[in-house]
Nanobody, 123 residues
Framework: HVQLVESGGGSVQAGGSLRLSCAVSGATARNYLMGWFRQAPGKEREGVAG??????FYSDSVKGRFTISQDSAKNMVFLQMNNLKPDDTGVYYCAAGRPSMTHMPWDPSAVNFWGLGTQVTVS
């Protein structure tokens, strides 16, 4: 039974930082395309960052501000978010998908497992 559990969300002022964590159980994270999606109210869920092996990729809206990383020993994935903007507000979901691509856009239908999400609010 695969589970993805996010933590680290919260409320920050514009320009601030947050670090999201995703703990993976029931599967080996490095065998999947791992990453993060977000969903703002009234908007579709969008991929913002992904990692597969040594490759990382980002949506244009977060490139240069967000950094995705993975700790294989702990089976965890992280998202460091710097210089946050109000447009970054939303629910952030950890995702594990088929290791078949390493670029945006990342189609949500290609995700095999989802976390429950963590709220990020930037004011």
């Amino acid at each position: 039974h695969v589970q993805l559990v996010e933590s680290g969300g919260g409320s920050v002022q514009a320009g601030g930082s947050l670090r999201l964590s995703c703990a993976v159980s029931g599967a080996t994270a490095r065998n999947y395309l791992m990453g993060w999606f977000r969903q703002a109210p009234g908007k579709e869920r969008e991929g913002v960052a992904g990692t597969l092996g040594s490759t990382t990729f980002y949506s244009d809206s977060v490139k240069g501000r967000f950094t995705i990383s993975q700790d294989s020993a702990k089976n965890m994935v992280f998202l460091q978010m710097n210089n946050l903007k109000p447009d970054d507000t939303g629910v952030y979901y950890c995702a594990a998908g088929r290791p078949s691509m390493t670029h945006m856009p990342w189609d949500p239908s290609a995700v095999n497992f989802w976390g429950l999400g963590t709220q990020v609010t930037v004011s």
